[in-house]
């Protein structure tokens, strides 16, 4: 089984068509090592952030968009007041990928620095 931390070292890939599609099974799988995140009802990889003051948000997701460019990966980012929802889907793929996994596996590895 993947651990948090061996997803997080690995880097996304340049993936196109529906056979880098995960099933089910190894999509529930990969999640289980990602802590509060959850695979949506319209199939996006989601977790939501709390932050204590907006300055804190905008740094996370300055960091987050920073990451999303290094792995040329882009999440959606829903942003409010202290809070950012996170939300991953491959759309080059059509719907969960490796890759969507992990990138949430890096964000959950630089929040715990
Ligand atoms: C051309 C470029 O590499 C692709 O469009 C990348 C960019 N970032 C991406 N981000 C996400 N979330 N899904 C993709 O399929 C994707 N594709």
């Known amino acids: 089984m ?8 690995e880097h996304c890939r340049p993936l196109r068509g529906s056979e880098h599609l995960l ?3 190894q999509a529930n799988s990969l999640l289980t090592c990602l802590p509060d995140w959850s695979v949506s ?5 989601e977790k939501e952030f709390n932050f204590a003051s907006y300055a804190a948000t905008l ?3 300055n960091t987050v ?12 980012l829903e942003v409010g007041y202290g809070r950012v929802r996170v939300s991953y889907s ?17 964000i959950e590895a630089l929040i715990r620095i």
């Not at 993947?2 to 070292?9: G, I, P, Q, V």
């Not at 009802?41 to 990889?45: A, K, N, Q």
């Open 2 to 9: 993947t651990t948090l931390d061996e997803l997080s070292r």
């Open 23 to 25: 099933t089910a099974a």
């Open 41 to 45: 009802d319209g199939g996006l990889l």
């Open 59 to 61: 740094l996370f997701v």
């Open 65 to 76: 968009a920073g990451l999303a460019e290094r792995e040329n990966h882009h999440p959606d």
């Open 90 to 106: 491959t759309h080059d793929v059509g719907g969960l990928s490796r890759n969507d996994f992990t990138c949430a596996a890096k």
